[in-house]
């Protein structure tokens, strides 16, 4: 789907993926894009082009203002691309349902409703959605287990979904590897978190986003070691447990080891 004079819905525009995705797809002429996020601080107010909305996406209310903003301010929506998530970093301790309820609201729940929305609002336009998935739905991440089951969730209901599939959707899912951003230290509250291998520049992420949403592509791989090594691991299990073993070697201190 060409990007020219679309009216694009961001969700997690406010860094990282996000907002290198927002700086490239500002740059189209006619682009109308609602940048979403919770703080829109760091968000670039371009008249006519660029709609800051502050919204916590995690929960259906605030899915359905950004929805009814969108309807404001460019009439239609005819791209979505579901790109807020987050993760946590830890070792599973006490019980906790919040903790885990969390993060599948925002994960999980957040774009399959934003994906409902869209083709039940949309009438019979051509329309696009995007969602941001992760490697790590594919791959086993120590001290990462609510997060990849997370990512692993959304991946099968996309593969599923795709079946039932309106025509007139275009439906792209997104498997970047570790970006270098805050993301990770989001994720533990600390400086200087140990990224997974491999690892990307966001810039270099969002490049390849844009492409394959131009080129109507159903999976994005932003990383080519990642789609070389994937199929290879899916064939041979035992490298992928070992690079799970070697990967549970960086995240030590937060599994007591």
Request: overall charge neutral; aromatic content about 12%.
């Amino acid at each position: 789907m060409n990007l020219e004079n679309r009216k694009i819905v961001l969700t997690g525009a406010s860094s990282g993926i996000g907002l290198e995705l927002l700086k490239l797809m500002s740059s189209y002429d006619g682009v109308k894009i609602v940048a979403v996020a919770r703080h829109v601080g760091t968000i670039p107010n371009i008249e006519g082009v660029v709609y800051p909305f502050a919204a916590d996406v995690s929960t259906s209310d605030g899915i359905d203002r950004v929805f009814e903003y969108a309807a404001q301010v460019m009439g239609e929506i005819d791209v979505f691309i579901a790109n807020a998530g987050m993760a946590y970093l830890e070792k599973l301790g006490n019980p906790d349902w919040d903790h885990t309820e969390y993060i599948y609201n925002l994960n999980v729940f957040s774009p399959i409703y934003s994906l409902q929305k869209l083709v039940a609002e949309s009438g019979d336009r051509k329309i696009a959605f995007t969602c941001t998935i992760s490697g790590a739905g594919l791959v086993s991440l120590p001290a990462y287990s609510l997060y990849c089951s997370t990512k692993a969730a959304l991946h099968h209901f996309v593969q599923t979904y795709r079946y039932e599939q309106p025509d007139r959707l275009q439906l792209t899912a997104i498997y970047p590897v570790a970006t270098r951003t805050y993301f990770f230290d989001k994720a533990t509250g600390e400086d200087n978190t140990p990224l997974p291998f491999p690892a990307q520049d966001a810039d270099l992420v969002a490049r390849k986003i844009v492409k394959g949403i131009e080129k109507g592509k159903k999976t994005i791989y932003p990383s080519l070691l990642f789609r070389l090594f994937y199929p290879i691991g899916r064939s041979f299990p035992c490298f992928l447990k070992v690079y799970s073993l070697l990967e549970k070697k960086k995240v030590g201190k937060w599994l007591d080891l």
